[in-house]
């Protein structure tokens, strides 16, 4: 919920009036309608130290309406660090997406994984 209220914190302070849905959408934790009406579902993803965020199994290569924000939060524990935030297309997260356990997941835990999403760093443009 940390990163969900970070997301929700930071949308507010870009101009949108984000709403939370609370659990009532099953992948979607954030709602955004923008100047044009049109909508963003928002999915957080949060990571404590590295690894990997568990993201969508669906194909979602035609996907324009979701946007993933991932946060990695490298020292939880100390309330002056950084966090790490990406915001990506769900589409991009489609071709980035690789097999884990019985579903899907992005990997940070590597420099060649962290290179992919460099591109993202920061980037509200997408919501």
Not at 11 to 37: C, H, M, Q, W
Not at 102 to 107: I, Q, S, V
Request: aromatic share 12%; charged share 30%.
């Amino acid at each position: 919920m940390a990163g969900v209220f970070f997301v929700m914190e930071k949308l507010f302070r870009l101009g949108y009036e984000p709403a939370l849905t609370l659990g009532n959408a099953k992948s979607i934790d954030v709602l955004v309608r923008k100047a044009d009406g049109t909508l963003r579902e928002i999915s957080v993803k949060a990571i404590r130290g590295g690894g990997k965020w568990g993201v969508s199994s669906a194909d979602e290569s035609r996907e324009t309406a979701r946007v993933y924000v991932f946060l990695h939060y490298r020292d939880f524990d100390d309330p002056k660090a950084d966090v790490d935030v990406f915001v990506v297309p769900a589409r991009d997260v489609h071709r980035l997406k690789k097999p884990w356990l019985k579903g899907h997941a992005l990997y940070c835990s590597n420099m060649e994984a962290r290179a992919k999403l460099e591109k993202y760093r920061d980037a509200w443009h997408h919501v």
